[in-house]
């Protein structure tokens, strides 16, 4: 008779390696790049790339002065620094764009241990600090191509003046990764269908903007549209909100996330000094989320509780 072994958990293995993940989001995030590139020239893949290969190369040399395993291999900087260059101006100094990655990769993420570790997405926290302390440049749009060649326009939620066509195929000003709704939706859903990301989080942040919208709009369905594809909301719903390590793990968690990011970005940009809310609200969610998954976490059966009792 033969031993039995048991190893430990987990028990359930899967093939998808988050190597694999990553590279999942990465071509998902390809519609969006390629649209920004044909609005914005070359300056956007330039940037693009430029942040990725910064972002690696600031992963590799942190992991090798802090003696710890080489983790570049598993996407997750490469993801990190394309995640950062969408949500940045396609005009903004290199230099700064590599003081973004800088910040987000060693001081959000691996100074709190690496991937997993981390207490808010790093790719947000990049752009806020960036935004507050450098925001001439951080504001400084560029309308694409399409339009007018490279002279600097308001975004449309400052201006408000955009088409919802043009907001939707990304003729605007603005981020290079979120001027084109319809390919960020289209990545979103290909996320979704694959597995990779639940729809809980975008689909209630999308909603609770939309909903709050068209109440405060008094029932305006252009107006709420216009919220819907304007700015960084469908980025930051698909690609940031999802996120593994800084949102919640449990199915109502995350729907109380989404709830909260779509919250807190329509009370930004109604009532706030910025006419963009999306990254603040999800880094003030981000620091909610270990209490939400303490809320929202089920307990076994049979277990004890505080008081001495069962459950």
Known sequence: ??????????????????????????????????????????????????????????EGLC???????????DGSAA????????????????WEAALGCFIAIVAVKQLFGGLGQNF?????????????SLTSDMTHWTAPRTAADAVSSATPLVSGTASLQSLFWGNTAGCLGETCAAALIFGGMFLIFMGIVSPVTPFS????????????????????????????????AFFMATDYVTTPVTAWGKL???????????????????????????????IL?????????????????KAGGRT
């Open 79 to 94: 993801l990190t620094g394309l995640l950062l260059a969408m949500n940045l101006p396609v005009s903004l100094p290199l």
């Open 1 to 58: 008779m033969k031993a039995l072994n048991i190893s430990p958990s987990p028990h359930i293995r899967d093939d998808l390696t988050t190597q694999k993940i990553m590279l999942l989001v990465i071509a998902s995030l390809a519609p969006a790049a390629i649209a920004g590139v044909i609005h914005f020239g070359l300056r956007a893949l330039l940037l693009m790339v430029f942040c990725m290969v910064i972002s690696v190369a600031c």
């Open 120 to 132: 808010a997405n790093p790719a947000i926290a990049a752009r806020i600090i960036l935004m507050l």
């Open 63 to 73: 992991r090798i002065l802090m003696k710890r395993e080489q983790t570049i291999r």
């Open 256 to 286: 109380i996330f989404g709830i909260g990011c779509g919250l807190l970005t329509f009370l930004i940009r109604m009532f706030g000094n910025y006419p963009e809310g999306v990254s603040f609200s999800i880094l003030l969610m981000n």
């Open 289 to 305: 989320t270990p209490y939400i998954d303490r809320f929202t976490m089920t307990k076994p059966f049979g277990a004890v509780g």
């Open 205 to 236: 942040f999308i909603g609770t903007v939309a909903v709050c919208t068209l109440i405060y709009s008094g029932g305006d369905l252009q107006t709420m549209f216009y919220q819907l594809f304007a700015g960084g909301l469908m980025l930051g």
